[in-house]
């Protein structure tokens, strides 16, 4: 069994600053990685963590001003979002699992799933 729990969600203006942050228990699997979904768009991956040696991957919308990272117990893993801009506007969720090498930003290689945390970004 797995539970992820994402909090750190919120409001804020265009140019601002957001941490999310992912509690993990249970069972421990290689990846942590962030998602996100808009209203009527698919869920885009965000960023992902291999948890044993930091390894961190990005997608090109977000390198630059989203970090990932994970505390020292590697139970929690933290999404620091900077520079915020309107369309970051979105449900935020945290996901673990075993991705193939190719597909650490699919959401279908991520078996584990938290409730999401929305983020939204005025103009």
């Known amino acids: 069994q797995v539970q992820l729990v994402e909090s750190g969600g919120g409001s804020v203006q265009a140019g601002g600053s957001l941490r999310l942050s992912c509690a993990a228990s249970?069972?421990?699997?290689?990846?942590m990685a962030w998602f996100r979904q808009a209203p009527g768009q698919e869920r885009e991956g965000v960023a992902a963590l291999h948890t044993e040696y930091d390894t961190t991957y990005y997608n090109d919308a977000v390198e630059g001003r989203f970090f990932i990272s994970q505390n020292n117990a590697r139970n929690t893993v933290y999404l620091q979002m900077t520079s915020l801009k309107p369309e970051d506007t979105a449900m935020y969720y945290c996901?673990?699992?075993?991705?193939?090498?190719?597909?650490?930003?699919?959401?279908?290689?991520?078996?584990?799933w938290g409730q999401g945390t929305q983020v939204t970004v005025s103009s």
């Open positions: 996901a673990t699992g075993v991705p193939v090498a190719s597909r650490r930003l699919r959401s279908e290689q991520y078996p584990y």
């Open positions: 249970g069972r421990h699997y290689a990846y």
